[in-house]
């Protein structure tokens, strides 16, 4: 349609913008013109599905998230069921990290709408599937959306646990993709918070997937991935602070692994850094 071919004209303008001025007149077309109506919404969608150039289907995923936000409601049922069936298609489709983690946030945004409401059911099933695919970036999308899912959808996600338990379990030693391995680690940050301290067999679980976690750790600052180790150094010091004992089975491994990591001079500071502030956290 002409709106949407019109849309995706701004959208590329922004894209490659390189002054303020053009920046914000595109910007100013955008709200006043194109993001006051329902009909962008499908039309973001087909942009951030089908364009050749990644960094307008990432800049359609994120302008998409927010007017799901603002219009999911007033889309009728039909169209609400095609956008679901698109969305994951294309996230399933698409070959660009940024633009797949755009994606992934649109549809957490969706379920926070639907998931209560009792729409979307097959939705965790997908992404199940996913997880379980002997393609590794379909494990990848899966268990980012899911560790998405916390932030909108905690209180589902928390009925889920013994099979969430169960799939990163496997998910947490994948044979291929780091990138599955620190995502699964996130996500168990995330479960973490859901095990009361009384739940016996929900804590062994978990210090069951200590030594796993740790791993992860090892291997990302084996390999100098210094952004994916401070993220697992933040979901250790997460759980330290938790009431549930989820760390005490391995705690002696953990500072011994701590200080090894601290006083290696071949590793980066900020790594060295991360790993004493943990000692710290361990000693409060």
């Avoid at 949407?4 to 701004?10: I, K, T, V």
């Avoid at 150094?233 to 330290?240: A, C, D, G, P, Q």
Wanted: contains cysteine; glycine residues 4%; charged residues 20%.
């Amino acid at each position: 349609s002409q709106f949407a071919s019109s849309l995706q004209e701004l959208l590329q303008k922004l894209a490659f913008a390189s002054d303020t001025e053009t920046i914000k007149a595109v910007t100013g077309t955008l709200n006043q013109q194109y993001y006051c109506n329902a009909a962008c919404v499908p039309a973001l969608l087909a942009i951030s599905a089908e364009n050749q150039q990644w960094q307008i289907r990432q800049l359609a995923a994120v302008e998409l998230r927010k007017r799901i936000t603002t219009f999911w409601e007033d889309i009728d049922g039909n169209t609400q069921q095609q956008i679901r069936e698109m969305i994951l298609k294309a996230i399933v489709d698409e070959t660009n990290d940024l633009t797949r983690h755009g994606l992934a946030r649109v549809i957490s945004t969706i379920a926070k709408s639907d998931i209560p409401n009792k729409k979307w059911e097959d939705l965790i099933q997908f992404l199940y599937r996913c997880c379980q695919s002997a393609t590794a970036t379909h494990r990848e999308i899966g268990v980012y959306v899911l560790d998405s899912l916390f932030e909108t959808i905690a209180d589902t996600m928390g009925a889920h646990l013994q099979h969430l338990f169960e799939l990163f379990a496997v998910l947490i030693n994948d044979p291929e993709s780091l990138t599955v391995q620190v995502t699964t680690l996130e996500a168990l940050g995330k479960v973490a918070e859901f095990i009361e301290p009384e739940d016996r067999v929900g804590v062994a679980t978990f210090q069951g997937l200590v030594p796993a976690m740790v791993q992860v750790l090892q291997k990302c600052l084996a390999t100098d991935n210094e952004d994916s180790a401070s993220r697992c150094f933040e979901v250790f010091n997460t759980l330290l602070i938790l009431e549930a004992p989820l760390l005490n089975r391995h705690f002696g491994e953990l500072i011994e692994f701590s200080i090894n990591v601290g006083s290696n001079g071949e590793l980066d500071d900020n790594l060295r850094i991360m790993a004493l502030n943990f000692l710290v956290w361990t000693a409060t």
